[in-house]
């Protein structure tokens, strides 16, 4: 077997095990993807579509890529869409915009962030979807999990099944036992474009701190993924209903 052979066997062999073990995807279920056009949304979707329609479950998938009018984060709707039409995945685009003026409270990540969940949730509902999978992998969850630990004094962190209290819908993070390592090689290996801007405000946040932070902590304690993922399921964190 070669390394890349081994690669995709890992990352797929860890995709339906968190599908599984934390049960976010059952028989006739209608999953809206958020399609960003970054590494995770595009291994995400693949993975997604490779078994749609394929005993011992049916589901079906669309995708959705919004576009910021005002912020230069961009990929190439072209690529997306042809990338989507080999998944046999239909690609809904929309386009919003946000003024960062009219709330000063909150950051520029935060409103580009509600405006584009908004619509969103918005199109899953028009459609019928019932669960919306997003493109978080497992340093996602944990970073997220110390930035709230060190930050707010809370140990929580982006569940990997969310039932939404006010809509019926579901949010699930199927990638959330994969490692960005393993899917930025994986991207790499198939050829995924890269987007052709990334966002202006990228390392404006803690989350790229945080993230400098975890890594030299796993070249002092390598075991320290695993201890945090085992606490995080001890603690129940992983599914909120």
């Known amino acids: 077997m070669t390394e890349e052979e081994r690669l995709e066997k890992r990352l797929v062999t860890r995709f339906w095990k968190a599908v599984g073990q934390y049960r976010l995807i059952e028989d006739g279920d209608n999953i809206l993807v958020g399609l960003s056009g970054g590494k995770d949304s595009l291994f995400l979707l693949e993975m997604l579509a490779r078994r749609m329609n394929t005993p011992p479950k049916h589901y079906r998938v669309a995708a959705l890529h919004v576009r910021m009018d005002n912020i230069s984060y961009e990929?190439?709707?072209?690529?997306?869409?042809?990338?989507?039409?080999?998944?046999?995945?239909?690609?809904?685009?929309r386009t919003t915009s946000f003024d960062a003026s009219t709330d000063t409270r909150k950051s520029?990540?935060?409103?580009?962030?509600?405006?584009?969940?908004?619509?969103?949730?918005?199109?899953?509902?028009?459609?019928?979807?019932?669960k919306i999978a997003l493109g978080h992998h497992?340093?996602?969850?944990i970073h997220t999990t110390l930035m709230?630990?060190?930050?707010?004094?809370?140990?929580?962190?982006?569940?990997?099944?969310?039932?939404?209290?006010?809509?019926?819908?579901?949010?699930?993070?199927?990638?959330?036992?994969?490692?960005?390592?393993?899917i930025?090689?994986?991207?790499?290996?198939?050829?995924?474009?890269?987007?052709?801007?990334?966002?202006?405000?990228?390392?404006?946040?803690?989350?790229?701190?945080?993230?400098?932070?975890?890594?030299?902590?796993?070249?002092?304690?390598?075991?320290?993924?695993?201890?945090?993922?085992?606490?995080?399921?001890?603690?129940?964190?992983?599914?909120?209903?």
């Open 148 to 182: 709230n630990t060190f930050f707010t004094g809370n140990f929580s962190t982006m569940p990997a099944r969310l039932q939404m209290r006010k809509m019926p819908l579901t949010l699930i993070r199927p990638l959330c036992m994969e490692t960005e390592d393993d």
């Open 75 to 93: 990929t190439d709707t072209k690529y997306l869409e042809r990338f989507c039409a080999s998944l046999g995945v239909t690609l809904y685009v």
């Open 184 to 241: 930025r090689q994986y991207a790499t290996l198939k050829g995924y474009q890269k987007q052709i801007k990334l966002c202006p405000y990228e390392k404006d946040s803690h989350r790229d701190e945080i993230s400098r932070l975890f890594e030299e902590i796993v070249k002092v304690s390598p075991e320290a993924r695993q201890s945090i993922w085992k606490a995080l399921n001890n603690a129940g964190k992983i599914i909120e209903e």
């Open 108 to 130: 520029p990540c935060f409103l580009c962030s509600w405006y584009r969940r908004k619509i969103l949730f918005n199109l899953a509902q028009e459609l019928g979807c019932n």
């Open 138 to 141: 497992q340093d996602d969850i």
